[in-house]
């Protein structure tokens, strides 16, 4: 399987708790993006990775959340002190700079995060 | 004003029907758009991706899109029942950042 890959698929975690997300873009993709998914509506940018270096953070993504791209491989995704508002599906996505102009995104599964 | 916006239905058309689905966006600097098809509890499938005015087919997907009044569409023929899902549009204005709409959700009745 050569998507873009991401674990876990659901997490369930009390208020306050730290969790962590992680995401495997597809393998010539240099760029990696965090988009967030409420019910209803659709993904918005949380932020963005060319290689290693973070490049972008939305205004929606507050002090405690941070994201990193070491090596400019996996990216991970950490909330801590979770909030029941942090409930939301956590997409993953990644495409290519320097193919085709303005390439798709192309997204993993998800991670489904209940924060109770 | 949202920057991507779509009707978000429900959109219900019989089997064999075209639907139709559609899109504006606020950016006239958007160069690129894309439409995914999103099943309940899945995440976002692209379908296709137009950059240039008029229309662009792929087997029973068509999109078109017309820059001059910032109006993208989804046509799918013969719609099936498989094709029931939201549908989200996307613009890129050129830079790293693709804006979604909130989605149109299609049910095709057999």
């Known amino acids: 399987d050569t998507g873009v890959s991401q674990d876990p698929r659901h997490k369930i975690t009390k208020r306050g708790q730290n969790v962590t997300f992680r995401c495997d873009p597809i393998?010539?993709?240099?760029?990696l993006y965090w988009y967030r998914q409420t019910l209803g509506q659709g993904p918005e940018f949380l932020t963005y990775?060319?290689?290693?270096?973070?490049?972008?953070k939305s205004r929606l993504l507050s002090d405690r959340f941070s994201a990193e791209r070491p090596k400019g491989s996996f990216s991970t995704l950490e909330i801590q002190r979770t909030e029941q508002g942090d409930s939301a599906m956590y997409l993953c996505?990644?495409?290519?700079?320097?193919?085709?102009?303005?390439?798709?995104?192309?997204f993993g599964n998800g991670t489904r995060l209940t924060v109770t | 004003q949202k920057e991507v916006e779509q009707n978000s239905g429900p959109l219900s058309v019989p089997e064999g029907a075209i639907a139709s689905l559609n899109c504006t966006y606020s950016?006239?600097?958007?160069?690129?758009f894309f439409w995914y098809r999103q099943y309940s509890g899945k995440s976002p499938e692209l379908i296709m991706f137009?950059?240039?005015?008029g229309d662009k087919e792929d087997g029973r997907f068509t999109a078109q899109l017309n820059k001059a009044s910032q109006y993208v569409s989804l046509l799918i023929r013969d719609s099936q029942p498989s094709d029931s899902a939201t549908y989200l549009c996307?613009?890129?204005?050129?830079?790293?950042?693709?804006?979604f709409g909130a989605g149109t959700r299609l049910f095709v009745k057999a």
């Open positions: 996505a990644s495409s290519l700079l320097g193919g085709t102009a303005n390439s798709p995104l192309h």
């Open positions: 393998s010539e993709h240099n760029r």
């Open positions: 990775f060319q290689n290693e270096a973070q490049l972008e």
């Open positions: 950016d006239r600097g958007s160069q690129s």
């Open positions: 137009i950059y240039s005015n």
């Open positions: 996307a613009a890129n204005t050129g830079g790293f950042k693709t804006i």
